[in-house]
């Protein structure tokens, strides 16, 4: 292998932005004020049962404040550390393909109407992609470049209505396939350390969303926050956190089943120290994430190499 990706093992989200645009890439986190079908009684009123208050939007801009306020204020933010760069647009708290065509038109638009967007990147459901919205979606995909984030989290329907994820396997498939026809971007949402999952079922998850036809992953650690309904399941006994070593050897091993195209957005999510219960060890997210440079440098693991 040829100096891998820019030194690193696997195929990061950095070094494709990079690659794509000539620049430094950020994304602007935006909570489009948006709700999502499996809270507000059309699906189901709990939510997925990991959820945060914020539809896991804990970082995203002031649902209260318009599209551009929340962009001016993220910037601004990040014009302390980063001189100058381009930027994507991505709309991320709850469900944001949910609601009237003519809302949804209106504030992607109005996202990418600001100055240096050079992508929009949108977080939904499988459940939530009708004939309609997929016409404005590739309307968008024709003029600048897009991706949907799909939060499939598991492939075991088992674990899937354990969560209350409130659709079943095939719904991501049929997604999955119409957003392939309209040749549009999808990157997959998966979560390590479900209730009631093994390494195994985990490990399948991988492999699944490796011959998904999805060109990015998002590698997420469950976080148990406060306010969750999972902290009954906690308190019950039913769920139990893994370990940082279980968590990167998993991690790792995911890593070489993957294709070497896909994108990595990311190894491991943020949680708000503030309402995470645990694990607590993964509030070192940069000790993580240099665990696992570490482990896949030390056992000569890269992605791909046991992707089949």
């Not at 999955?176 to 390590?192: A, S």
């Not at 036809?213 to 998002?218: C, E, L, T, V």
Request: hydrophobic share 35%; charged share 30%; aromatic share 10%.
């Amino acid at each position: 292998m040829n100096n891998f990706w820019n030194g690193k093992r696997y195929h990061s989200l950095n070094y494709f932005l990079r690659d794509k645009f000539g620049e430094k890439v950020f994304k602007i986190s935006l909570d489009g004020g948006f709700s999502c079908p499996n809270r507000d009684g059309k699906i189901n009123s709990g939510g997925c049962l990991f959820c945060s208050e914020r539809g896991s939007g804990d970082y995203a801009g002031d649902r209260e404040s318009s599209i551009t306020k929340q962009f001016d204020n993220v910037k601004e933010m990040m014009a302390h550390k980063w001189k100058s760069g381009r930027y994507i647009a991505y709309f991320q708290a709850y469900t944001n393909t949910y609601a009237p065509i003519n809302e949804l038109k209106r504030k992607y638009e109005e996202a990418l109407n600001q100055e240096d967007v050079v992508a929009i990147a949108i977080a939904t459901r499988p459940d939530c992609l009708d004939d309609d919205v997929l016409d404005l979606l590739e309307e968008i995909n024709n003029k600048v470049y897009l991706w949907i984030e799909l939060g499939l989290q598991t492939s075991n329907d088992e674990t899937a209505k354990r969560i209350n994820r409130g659709y079943k396997l095939e719904t991501f498939e049929d997604a999955m396939k119409k957003l392939k026809e309209r040749n549009i971007d999808v990157v997959v949402h998966d979560i390590l350390g479900l209730p009631g999952e093994n390494k195994e079922d985990m490990l399948k998850t991988i492999d699944y969303i490796a011959h998904s036809g999805a060109i990015g992953i998002k590698f997420h650690l469950l976080h148990l926050l406060k306010q969750t309904p999972m902290v009954k399941a906690y308190e019950r006994g039913e769920l139990e956190f893994l370990s940082q070593e279980d968590y990167v050897e998993l991690i790792t091993k995911g890593i070489t089943m993957i294709p070497k195209e896909m994108v990595v957005h990311r190894l491991t999510g943020d949680a708000p120290r503030e309402l995470l219960i645990g694990p607590m060890w993964s509030l070192k997210k940069w000790e993580v994430l240099n665990s696992i440079d570490k482990a896949l440098e030390d056992n000569d693991l890269w992605q791909g190499k046991n992707y089949k």
